[in-house]
């Protein structure tokens, strides 16, 4: 029986499991971190880090690394029977950039040694004991994982929380006795990474639609380019195969060459019934796993993490309430609830085999990209400048009705939102320089009112975690944020918790009281 020597012990060392030890050490909090597997992983599973990740990964301190091995994805270009219909073209700041994942792994690694973390590897989770399944968080409260290491040895670590992210067939979400609903596609896929003679878009990717289905083809760095089409009926897929269905369906002139990975599998849109029970947590593809369309899935994931560690480390450090936690499961399956059905979606749109169907896709397809709705309003939901989580309660939101309704507009900086990026740095509360634990209160005061003033300092004045700044007129104007004089509340995953104008500060403190100790360090 060992403990005393980690406050979260996380089983998974994929991307969820090391960004989720990463964020907790970066904030005081001691981690283990074990994986079933003798060696990382080597097969570029996922590639897509779309820009709301990269903004984590670049306030963890890893950014530009990520930057310079990876290559960007400015345009997705749709064909019907090699007819262009549609483009959605990205800009800078919503480009996703594609990166293999053991790339990734490789730099969350680095970065874990940095902040002194290790992965143990040959330890699999056999079972979890002493896990209260009402939910509770008492004081002094541990979870034990019994673990067995590959010389044969166990163990029974007891620790005070456990993070599942072991994957689609986590032993974690199995010992709680979570459900994993959802379906599985009627389809098949086939998958070949590989060198090619002829040209491609380097920044491309490119959607060859037909009704015998669709072949995907997709860049990565150091002229590598993926290439995924759904399996003919009955056959099997080989080099020779794929080449066969590039030249019936897809980019004129291209022979594949050098295939460096192959793979054969089966899409599944499932999702955890509960991401939570009492001390122990799912994340990753151990809560959640979809369609590949649109690339987004490892970047749940990672998003999962970024959303569950501050937590902790506030709940461990007594910076917040233990009820902090229950927010977890809440606004991660929100969050999953939408990419599911909109990658289920694009999936359906893009695998239609009858001619009304077929028909009905290239319509719209191409409606939206003359309209220019494409752009406007798809390009910031894949970026993840459109994550927000549902306000749960009123006193949230200002008193008056002015920005309820506009906070239902897309874009707009409203509770439940991420603050625009480009205002978070401006006011360094995003960076790698900035405090990944402290809230934050924006104040706009009103004109010739001291005393409002003298009241936001005595609220805040109970709370050391709670910093208080003031954002330029231009930077209010210029982000969406709302320019009456009011307040708008930070967390410290640069979500906004709360809004309120100039006659909410009774408002204010409840909040306030929800999520922070009083005095708390």
Same mark, same amino acid.
């Given at each position: ?47 897509? &880090?779309?820009?709301? +990740? ?7 301190? =890893? ?21 262009? =219909? ?6 800078? !700041?919503?480009?996703?950039?594609? &990166?293999?994942?053991?790339?990734? %792994? ?22 979890? !004991? !002493? #896990? !209260? ?62 060198? +090619? ?9 490119? @959607? ?7 072949? =995907? ?28 269905? =590039? ?38 593809? $151990? ?17 999962? $993490? ?27 399956? %929100?969050?999953?609830?939408?990419? #599911? ?47 927000? @989580? ?27 939102? +991420? ?22 209160? &924006? ?37 969406? &944020?709302?320019?009456?004089?009011? @307040? ?9 918790? $709360? ?15 929800? +999520? ?6």
């Amino acid at each position: 029986m060992t403990a005393g020597d980690a406050d979260v012990l996380i089983v998974g060392g994929g991307p969820t499991g090391l960004l989720t030890a990463c964020e907790l050490l970066r904030r005081g909090v001691r981690v283990r971190i074990v994986d079933r597997a003798a060696e990382p992983a080597t097969v570029p599973k996922a590639l897509s &880090l779309w820009p709301r +990740v990269r903004d984590i990964l670049t306030d963890l301190g =890893v950014g530009e690394e990520v930057h310079r091995v990876s290559v960007p994805v400015h345009a997705f270009r749709y064909f019907s029977d090699r007819r262009p =219909v549609a483009s959605l073209t990205f800009t800078e !700041d919503l480009a996703a950039r594609q &990166l293999p994942q053991p790339e990734t %792994e490789r730099i969350l690694t680095e970065r874990l040694h940095a902040l002194g973390g290790k992965v143990e590897r040959g330890v699999r989770l056999l079972c979890l !004991d !002493d #896990v !209260d399944f009402s939910g509770r968080i008492e004081p002094g409260g541990t979870v034990t994982a019994v673990l067995e290491h590959g010389d044969g040895a166990v163990e029974r670590f007891a620790v005070p929380f456990v993070v599942g992210a072991d994957g689609a067939g986590s032993a974690v979400r199995g010992q709680l006795g979570i459900g994993f609903e959802g379906n599985t596609y009627e389809m098949a896929f086939a998958l070949i990474d590989t060198y +090619v003679d002829g040209h491609l878009p380097p920044d491309e990717i490119a @959607y060859y639609q037909t009704m015998n289905g669709t072949l =995907v083809v997709v860049p990565q760095p150091g002229g590598v380019f993926r290439f995924l089409s759904v399996m003919p009926d009955g056959g099997t897929m080989s080099r020779a195969a794929m080449q066969e269905i =590039v030249d019936t369906r897809g980019p004129r002139g291209v022979t594949l060459t050098e295939p460096v990975w192959e793979t054969v599998f089966r899409v599944h849109a499932r999702r955890a019934t509960d991401f939570r029970r009492g001390r122990v947590f799912l994340a990753g593809d $151990a809560a959640h796993v979809h369609s590949p369309a649109g690339g987004q899935g490892m970047n749940n994931g990672l998003q999962d $993490a970024h959303n569950l560690a501050w937590k902790l480390a506030a709940v461990l450090r007594g910076h917040s309430p233990a009820a902090l936690l229950d927010t977890y499961a809440t606004e991660r399956a %929100e969050a999953t609830r939408r990419i #599911v059905r909109d990658t289920d979606l694009h999936t359906r749109a893009l695998t239609a085999r009858t001619p009304r169907w077929a028909n009905l896709r290239d319509t719209a397809f191409t409606l939206l990209d003359r309209s220019g709705a494409a752009a406007r309003l798809f390009a910031p939901v894949l970026a993840g400048r459109r994550l927000a @989580y549902t306000a749960e309660r009123s006193g949230q939101h200002p008193s008056g009705r002015s920005c309820r309704w506009r906070g239902r507009l897309p874009g707009v900086a409203a509770p439940g939102a +991420v603050l625009p990026r480009r205002a978070a740095l401006a006011l360094g509360i995003a960076g790698p320089e900035a405090d990944p634990t402290a809230w934050t209160l &924006l104040v706009r005061p009103p004109t010739g009112d001291a005393r409002w003033s003298t009241e936001t300092g005595h609220i805040t004045s109970r709370h050391p975690r709670l910093r208080l700044l003031r954002p330029s007129p231009g930077t209010a104007a210029g982000e969406g &944020l709302c320019t009456r004089p009011g @307040y708008y509340l930070i967390r410290p995953d640069g979500h906004i918790a $709360a809004h309120g104008h100039v006659h909410d500060l009774d408002r204010l403190e409840s909040e306030l009281a929800l +999520v922070l100790t009083p005095g708390g360090e």
